[in-house]
């Protein structure tokens, strides 16, 4: 998949932005954008954070992501991920004929961590329609 390009729009937002969380808060706003890959939304959740200046000062009850829009990305950031990741272990799986340790090793992934993410995904066994 090749990378998606910064548009203009997406560049002027970024510069006018002034990254209060610094590197942290730049390296998670370009990790939402090569997973969700839409421009657009990126430029739209850094309008809505708004500049140092003219962002409000959140309350002691209040904590980032509370807003119904910051909520929708993270959850399709998530379901994003899920669905990477379990093709990733499909994948793995496949390659290795169903043996899991070999699967695990093709991705550097600890045999019990590979395990535990088959779990997770919802991986059991090999489908029926494969089996001889």
Do not use: C
């Amino acid at each position: 998949m090749p990378t998606p390009h910064i548009t203009q729009a997406l560049y002027q937002a970024m510069l006018a932005h002034d990254w209060p969380g610094n590197v942290r808060e730049l390296e998670n706003m370009m990790r939402k954008f090569l997973v969700l890959r839409q421009p657009k939304m990126i430029i739209d959740e850094l309008r809505s954070l708004g500049t140092g200046q003219d962002r409000p000062e959140l309350n002691s009850h209040d904590a980032p992501g509370d807003s119904p829009s910051r909520a929708s990305i993270l959850q399709k950031v998530q379901q994003s991920k899920q669905r990477e990741e379990t093709e990733a272990i499909l994948a793995a799986l496949t390659t290795a004929h169903w043996n899991r340790k070999h699967a695990a090793k093709l991705l550097d992934l600890d045999y019990k961590a590979f395990l535990y993410k088959m779990k997770k995904l919802g991986i059991e066994s090999k489908p029926t329609a494969d089996r001889v």
